[in-house]
Nanobody, 128 residues
Framework: QVQLVESGGGLVQAGGSLRLSCAAS????????MAWFRQAPGKEREFVAT????????DYADSVKGRFTISRDNAKNTVYLQMNTLEPEDTAVYYC?????????????????????WGQGTQVTVSS
């Protein structure tokens, strides 16, 4: 079992930046591939980014590629999402998620069912 707690959300103007953090506790953090998803009001939860256990492989949704960067610090049991050039369309609750059973460099799929542990979410609001 692993517990995930997100932080760093807030209100920002379009064009601004935020850095989300997800702190993990419980079992060995490096055993999990990690990801960020988001859910806007009235919409389904969607994939944002994922990072392999080693941190050397990443994948991004087309809508955030070039603006968002996922990273992890296994020594601190934390995964990050650096979000730059934010747009009103990025407004959503952002969730971190953990997947198990993947080798060091392998990425999980973009589907939420690949992930077994979820945080409670942090709100990101981008004003125009």
């Amino acid at each position: 079992q692993v517990q995930l707690v997100e932080s760093g959300g807030g209100l920002v103007q379009a064009g601004g930046s935020l850095r989300l953090s997800c702190a993990a506790s419980g079992r060995t953090f490096s055993a999990y591939a990690m990801a960020w998803f988001r859910q806007a009001p009235g919409k389904e939860r969607e994939f944002v980014a994922t990072i392999a256990r080693s941190g050397r492989s990443t994948d991004y949704a087309d809508s955030v590629k070039g603006r968002f960067t996922i990273s992890r610090d296994n020594a601190k049991n934390t995964v990050y999402l650096q979000m730059n050039t934010l747009e009103p369309e990025d407004t959503a609750v952002y969730y971190c998620a953990a997947a198990t059973g993947y080798s060091l460099g392998r990425l999980p799929t973009r589907t939420s069912t690949s992930y077994i542990y979820w945080g409670q979410g942090t709100q990101v609001t981008v004003s125009s």
